[in-house]
């Protein structure tokens, strides 16, 4: 009878401790595997910025003198009161930037998904921009220098002596084009999923086109939309190349040729740390609620 | 009938015009670039801006590669052990981990930098080493590696590695000789996507690099900036933009899209 009831419960054990030991070797495998990225980006990329927070709390370059660094509040004090207008110049040009492509990019998006067929060309096309900020911004001061390309056409616009070089609509213009293909990629994505017979459907229930795009496509494609318009705004947020080259002063002052300013130029640390700072909680706002809205669960 | 018929074609222009319009607006840049690169000294058409890219800016070029090269070996070291990690074992809080791995695309290039170039000053005393440089664009673009990898990982049946074993290979040969080559496509997508951002990257630079050390876009930058605009720095640009184009066309023409779906490129 006990005899019986061992030879039962030996073989199960032996089996969950088998099957326990296996799991512990796989669990100790997979971390061995993800250890370089985990130490890679722990030393390189969260130590730093839990670096930065810390210096953002100390006095000027005081965290180099031979006494100790003097914490302070006073960084973010100057913050809210001196620099506020560089946060909200960053802010205002990133928005007007993602209003800009999301115009623009949705009638963009729709025809490339249901009308054209050459979206191998357009692809082609669409990869210039991503090269970087730099060469658009760059081209840009060419294209609208006086006597460049655009001169022609501000003539026949009668606008010959505006002033468009150092101004707000060609940075504007510069970072939207620089971000056109992520908006176009987020709403196309979602606009293929649609399915074009519920627009016949609408049409044939009597909407107007208008309707049809208001009350069907719209809703529709809102994941899509959010999730476009943040990641712009994202990228647009550290934007540096072209407040500097193709900004008057008013534009310059973005955050990121602030901080490059303060931080290496005038070695002025915790002031530099701290826009990084600010700089920092507004893009991981933005991507919180990007990555809430992508609906990309990649891994699981 | 015959008026909707037109309406109709009218659009359907209309639409064609508008996306050749946007097309337009893409190249703009690159196109005044290059229109400016071949002007010589006296306003002249001239090739030799582009000889000037090859001699004077030439150690710039070969730093871009190599910074490239090293950083396009390490985020394949680090992204492909971690990749198959993430898709093959079970994990406790797997997706906050990849979440975690991820961020470094969501920084700032700015705040990276400041951050990165404080840390090589008081903390890992990197400053004067290509090192710091190629790590720190490690860092910036390996999530662009991994999250391609974690795709084609994920569309490679398991079964193959299975059967593999079955078939007598150990763990190590049915990685190296079946998994490797078959996600090979996901592995080039990763080379291209980060070759692309690493060999362009000018900010995350301009706060890291060592005094000895300055990339072709850094070069551009700097020039831009101080000498004003010149044929020659206009020509450097070109090349830079041309060299990404070629391989981005490469990558289309052998492999397709599909591999490039859900990151920054299509």
């Known amino acids: 009878m006990s005899g019986e009831q061992i030879v039962v419960a030996q073989p199960a054990t032996l089996a969950v401790r088998d099957v326990r030991r296996r799991e512990r070797t ?19 990329l969260y130590y730093p910025l839990v670096f930065i927070v810390r210096m953002s709390f100390t006095l000027a370059d005081s965290f180099l003198s031979p006494a100790g660094p003097t914490f302070t509040l006073e960084n973010y ?27 623009f990019g949705f009638p963009f998006a729709y025809i490339l998904v249901r009308r054209v067929r050459y979206r191998d060309l357009v692809r082609g096309f669409m990869v210039f921009p991503m090269f970087g900020a730099l060469y658009i911004a760059f081209g840009m001061r060419f294209i609208l220098l006086p006597g460049g390309l655009a001169t022609p056409l501000l003539k026949l616009l009668g606008a010959e002596n505006a002033q468009v070089l150092y101004g707000l609509p060609s940075v504007v213009f510069a970072m939207s084009i620089f971000t056109f293909p992520f908006m176009v990629m987020n709403i196309g994505t979602a606009l293929s999923n649609v399915d074009p017979t519920l627009e016949e459907a609408a049409a044939c229930l009597g909407a107007r ?16 939309i959010v999730a476009g318009s943040l990641m712009v705004f994202g990228w647009n947020i550290g934007a540096f190349a072209e407040p500097l080259l193709l900004g008057s002063i008013a534009e310059q002052r973005t955050l990121a040729w602030t901080l490059y300013q303060r931080g290496v130029v005038q070695t002025d640390y915790g002031l530099s740390t701290t826009m990084g700072v600010v700089l920092l909680s507004l893009a991981f706002t933005v991507t919180y609620f ?5 609906r990309g669960a990649l891994v699981e | 009938m015959s008026r909707t018929l037109s309406r ?41 801006n582009f000889k000037y890219v090859f001699g004077s800016f030439g150690s710039n070029l070969v730093w ?11 985020n394949l070291l680090v992204s492909l052990p971690a990749a198959y990690a993430l898709v093959r074992y079970p994990f406790p809080g797997k997706r906050f981990l990849f979440s975690g791995l991820t961020l470094p695309l969501y920084v700032p290039g700015a705040v990276l930098g400041i951050a990165l170039v404080l840390t090589y000053n008081f903390t890992y005393r990197l400053t004067t080493s290509m090192w710091g440089l190629v790590l720190a664009m490690t860092v910036g673009t390996f999530p662009l590696m991994l999250t391609p990898l974690v795709v084609a990982l ?37 080379l291209l996507l980060s070759f692309i951002i690493v060999f362009n990257e000018y900010l995350v630079t301009l706060f890291v690099h060592p005094t000895f050390i300055t990339t072709a876009p850094l070069r551009v930058f700097g020039l831009v900036r101080t ?37 920054y490129l299509i």
Not at chain 2, 233 to 260: E, K, N, P, W
């Open chain 1, 26 to 44: 796989a669990r100790m495998t997979s971390l061995t595997l993800v250890l370089p990225a985990i130490l890679l980006t722990l030393l390189f």
């Open chain 1, 77 to 103: 004090v100057v913050m809210t009161g001196r620099y506020l207008p560089n946060v909200l110049v960053t802010i205002k040009l990133a928005g007007l930037a993602t209003l800009f492509d999301l115009v």
């Open chain 1, 209 to 224: 086109p208008w309707q049809t795009i208001w009350r069907v496509l719209l809703p529709l494609t809102r994941a899509g």
């Open chain 1, 290 to 294: 990007s990555l809430r809205y992508s």
């Open chain 2, 8 to 48: 109709r074609r009218l659009g359907g222009l209309l639409s064609h015009a508008y996306v050749w319009f946007c097309l337009l607006m893409f190249v703009l840049p690159f196109i005044a670039l290059l229109n400016y690169s071949f002007t010589g000294p006296q306003g002249n058409y001239a090739l030799e």
């Open chain 2, 64 to 74: 871009s590669f190599k910074i490239s090269g090293l950083t396009l070996v390490l």
């Open chain 2, 154 to 190: 994920k569309d490679l049946p398991i079964v193959f590695e299975e059967a593999a074993q079955c078939l007598g290979a150990t763990r190590w040969q049915a990685y190296w000789r079946v998994v490797f080559p078959l996600i090979g496509p996901g592995i080039s997508a990763g």
């Open chain 2, 227 to 263: 000498a004003g605009l010149l044929p020659t720095t206009a020509a450097l640009a070109v090349t830079m933009q041309l060299i990404s184009f070629v391989a981005v066309i490469a990558f289309f023409r052998i492999f397709g899209t599909r591999y490039l779906k859900g990151t």
